[in-house]
Every structure is written in structure tokens, then in C-alpha cells.
């Protein structure tokens, strides 16, 4: 059997290579060369050429029309919108050399077609085209750069309003916990050594600080609005990432160091569900979900992981809500006592 399986497979070998001569054989006979490239050929080419510009660019603007309310609604903190702005002048800054370059490109490809009569010149140099294509680039990566560390310098400046807010978030595979001072506006020391079901953020039970911290908060947390917030982050095991987009706000956890990231929230929740452009937005996402059979969802500010972290990462998400001073207070009021908490175990 194996046999006959080489034998077809070397007969076809065999068979190929004669069909072959007979092609090449036959190509010599013919007056024509068929390699040769003619006059209609080039000029079917280049209108070609011109004809796909004009569907690259209709599909171009096509997928920003359709797909532009699926991206991020507009920035809910203070420094988003600078962030915001600053990839905005990108964009159209690339949009706006992608168009001209790929407008030339296939245009010069249609105009410059070959001929029999023209010939191409022969350019080996142009100092003025060096000095043009060297310089326009060279300004402006230097205002995205200079723009780029002034706003890194403004945003990555250390908290420092006295009303500020401050939460701990806590990492671990495979979820977050949150932790907020009590009333002293202190939170208290971690050990890690300490971490046990009743103590699961790893709190220094000898620091005495830590007895009114509001820990171990877990599916959401509260902030309040137009309030400096400075997140401080851990980490029990990997590198984590908290990363809360709708505030254009992200930062890894790092094991054994606390990270920070601060910034002001500009829209409660409850303002961010009647934005026009999430409600647009939602709709679209629903109408999806639709599609598959799931009920609709509403519109929440999220706090995710961005490092892919192990197995579950894709379930580390919590339910950020942006409340006016009095919701916040509230809520706030709300929460367990870590004292208490341990006690109840
Ligand atoms: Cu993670």
C-alpha cells in the first residue's frame, strides 16, 4: 500500500514536470513574448490603481462613520480632556498625512502610468525635497513631544488638595478590593504575613491607625465628584494593572510597592448615563447584545485590569460610581469598619 502511495506520488511528479515542457515548448513557438508587459496592460494598471484610492478612502471613511460610537465616550476627569485633546491633534494630524501620502501614491501610480512614448528622468538628488521632508517631520514630532511631557508632567504630579480623597485598591488574582481611612484620613500599615479570610487586604492588626479604615469593599466603589481622588495601589501576587478608561486613568500594581494616581472626576453616573453620546453608544452596544439573546445593559464607569494577569484576568472588574458629595457621604457611612469587620468574623 505504502508502495503504490510513492509510486502515484512519483508518477505525478514525473507528470507535472513533462506538462511543463510541453508549456515551455509551446511559449517558444508563439511570436509574442507574454512576458513583456503592453501598452493596454499599463493603462488597465493604472486606472486600476486610481479606482482602489477611491474605495480605500470611501472604506476609510466608512469604518470611522460606523465604528466611531463603539470607542470611548469623551473624557469624565479633568486631565482626560487634555489627554483627549492631545490624541485628537494626533489623529488628525495622522488622518491628515495618511490622506495626502496614499493620495499621491495612487495618484502619481494612475497619472505616470508607462507609455511607449515617455520615458522616466533619472534623479539621483534634490537638497530643497531632503530639507522638506526632514524638517515638517521633525516639527511636528516636536509638538507632539513637548505637548506629550507637559501634560505627562501635569498629569503624573503628586496629589496634593487637602479635601483630596484617598482609596487604596488591592490587587490579587483574580479581583480587586478597595480600602478607604476612616475618620482619622489615615490608613494603616499592611503586613503581608497577615493575610488570612478575615484580614484578606493583608492590614497590620498592630497599627492601631488602621481600625477605622472601610476595608475589604468589594463589586464597586463610590467616589464623589469634582473632588481630588488619589488612588494608591497594591498588589498581593503579579503585576496588575488598574486601568479606569472612562477617566482616562491607569496604573500597574506593583507586589511590594505602592503605586499612585490622582485625579478629578468632572461627571456623576448618573449625569454620564443621559450624555448623548452614551446614550448612543449604549444603544448600539445593546442592539448587539440583542442579537445574541442578552438583556440590555446600563452605562457604568468600570475599573478593570490591563495586564494579563493569569487565567481569570478578564474577571477583574469593578463598578466605579461617580456620586454627588451627599450620595458619597452616605454610602461612605455605610461601610464596614475594619474592627468591626475583624470582630464579626
Ligand atoms: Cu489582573
Redesign the pocket.
Known sequence: MNFLVLLAIVLLIIAGHQLLRVIELSRGLKKTKEWKVTETDNDMMGKAMFAFMIVFFAFFFWQVNRWMDRSLPPAASEHGEKIDALWDANIYLITFVFIVTNFFLFWFAYKYRGTDKTKASYITHNNKLEMAWTVIPAVALAFIVIFGLKYWNEIMSVADKPDRVVVELY?K??DWSARYPGKDGKLGETDYRQIDGGNAMGMDTSDAAGYDDLANIKNEIHLPVGREIELLMRSRD?I??AFLPHFRAQMNCVPGMITTFKFVATKTSAQMKKDPYVVKMMAGINAQRAKFGKEPVEFDYLLL?N?I??AS?YN?QMNVIVDTEADYQAWLAKQKVFKTAVAAK
Open positions: 490587587a488574582q483574580f503579579v496588575h494593572s485590569c495586564k494577569c493569569g484576568h477583574m
